[in-house]
């Protein structure tokens, strides 16, 4: 229920729009002050402060583009929400960009309203840094599931830091959040620490690998789909935006989405309405979209490979994440999370890796970021003796230089084995880290890595199944054929 005491302005020319957002507010229990103008508008502003402040884009005095700035420039606590014409996508980005916290298109559904004005209202009136996207956050201000997801993002180094503060700033609004960094990087971790420090933290958190979806699938799983809609439809079945309803919807790997589902995916972002297949009427969706992408989508965009329009409506506010190999000083902190995690799956000790070897770490380029160097501590555990760990000389070369045979020394082979509790456990974490060293060794292509290994094309594809390893979005699969097998 929304504060009795939550104060909220509206702004609108047409007296029985106003009306009707005054009533509706009213009815929720808001005090309710309204104003017909900029000028109207700037006398109650001067007079108090409020919770939320509504206004049309179109004033007789002015645009309320500018009620928008001014509350952003001078600090205020107010969260605006703006009201623009229907279609008009450009005005609700740009209104974004000035630090509007969420918009509406007319003609204004009620129930939408409804929830948008009470998420804005919700708690106390926004911090004037996270309204202006100013002075990083503090970690005390987020709650415990916040605080958890940004310490999943392990480093202290300064563009990591920064990171974590970019996260809390965007965190508090409803602009649309475009991720971009290399493979590897941790971008998902990003955005659901995006979704944990906002408000909309106990909504659903619905995360998309667009590159993994059939084509012909794309519209059904995104939008839904009704009874009857098709052959085996027998029942109504919920697409990714209702999934997402009242939380965040995560669009990994955007840049792989097909041109004809880009444009459908545009429409329903800008009016937040989707049709789901079968449907004759539209449904209203409340999500906010973060996405993320490893490719330059502004040279995807040059190529035609990527529609402008929608590209311009997901980066209202990007976050770049630094590669690996531009924060080195966090490999410490970071190889000791990893390996604490590795552990835990492993149900064993944590061991220690030799400061050495770190600092022959630190060496690497690394090009497949804290995924790579996950895959290579995997490897040293699976290898080592269970205490101190030593990276193997052929790990810590470069890839094209790296030993063929990724096995133990012969000074190794004379250390007495060490005998498992769970023998098919302790091949299989074997198999797996020398398969990932075979598959970095090639770029993850699945024809070279078996040839190298001396099996099939299809027992390679049967051994990746089986002992789950996730390969890369863009891995090279090479002769996809079975010939070989």
């Not at 098709?230 to 955007?254: C, N, P, S, V, Y």
């Not at 009016?271 to 330059?296: M, Q």
């Not at 075979?438 to 299809?458: H, K």
Request: one cysteine or more; aromatic letters at 4%; proline letters at 6%.
């Amino acid at each position: 229920m929304p504060d009795k005491s939550a104060r909220i302005l509206v702004v609108d020319d047409e007296p029985d729009l106003r009306a009707l957002y005054e009533l509706t507010l009213l009815r929720e229990g808001y005090l309710v002050d309204t104003a017909q103008d900029l000028a109207q508008a700037r006398a109650f502003l001067g007079a108090q402060h409020y919770e939320v402040v509504i206004t049309d884009m179109r004033l007789p005095d002015g645009s309320g583009m500018a009620l928008i700035t001014e509350i952003k420039s001078q600090h205020r606590p107010e969260r605006s929400v703006v009201i623009t014409a229907y279609g008009s996508a450009q005005n609700a980005v740009e209104a974004l960009k000035s630090g509007a916290f969420d918009y509406l298109t007319k003609p204004v559904d009620l129930k939408q309203f409804r929830h948008v004005i009470a998420t804005a209202a919700h708690g106390s009136p926004a911090a004037p840094e996270a309204a202006g996207f100013g002075k990083a956050m503090t970690p005390t201000s987020t709650s415990a599931l916040g605080q958890r997801a940004l310490a999943k993002l392990v480093g202290r180094s300064e563009c990591m830091q920064n990171t974590k503060e970019r996260i809390l700033k965007v965190a508090a609004s409803m602009a649309p959040v475009m991720i971009t960094g290399e493979s590897g990087t941790g971008k998902e971790l990003v955005a659901y620490a995006i979704h944990a420090n906002s408000h909309r933290a106990k909504g659903p958190w619905v995360a998309v690998n667009c590159g993994a979806i059939p084509e012909n699938l794309l519209e059904a799983e995104f939008f839904g789909v009704k009874k009857g809609a098709f052959t085996g439809a027998q029942q109504d079945r919920e697409g990714f935006f209702q999934a997402a309803r009242g939380g965040t919807l995560f669009l990994d790997e955007i840049g792989d989405l097909p041109l004809a589902m880009q444009s459908k995916l545009l429409r329903a972002i800008q009016e937040r309405r989707i049709r789901p297949l079968g449907s004759t009427v539209e449904d209203p969706v409340d999500v906010r979209i973060v996405s993320a992408t490893h490719k330059n989508l502004a040279q995807e965009v040059l190529e035609s490979r990527f529609r402008q329009d929608l590209f311009y409506r997901l980066n209202v506010i990007d976050l770049v994440i630094a590669p690996l190999r531009e924060r080195k000083e966090d490999l410490p902190e970071l190889c000791a999370a990893l390996l604490a995690h590795i552990a835990e799956e492993s149900a064993i000790p944590v061991p220690d890796l030799a400061p050495a070897a770190i600092a022959q770490l630190a060496q690497l380029p690394l090009p497949g970021n804290v995924r790579e160097l996950e895959n290579l501590l995997y490897r040293a555990v699976a290898l080592g003796d269970g205490q101190r760990l030593q990276l193997e000389a052929g790990a810590l070369l470069p890839h094209h230089t790296a030993r063929a045979n990724p096995l133990p020394t012969a000074v190794e082979t004379t250390r007495a084995p060490l005998v498992p509790d769970d023998l098919q456990e302790h091949l299989d974490t074997l198999e797996r880290a020398i398969l990932l060293q075979v598959l970095q060794d090639t770029n993850f292509n699945r024809t070279a890595a078996a040839a190298r290994l001396g099996i099939s094309l299809r027992q390679m594809r049967y051994r990746i199944t089986r002992l789950q390893i996730d390969l890369p979005v863009n891995a090279e699969s090479g002769d996809d054929s079975d010939t070989h097998a």
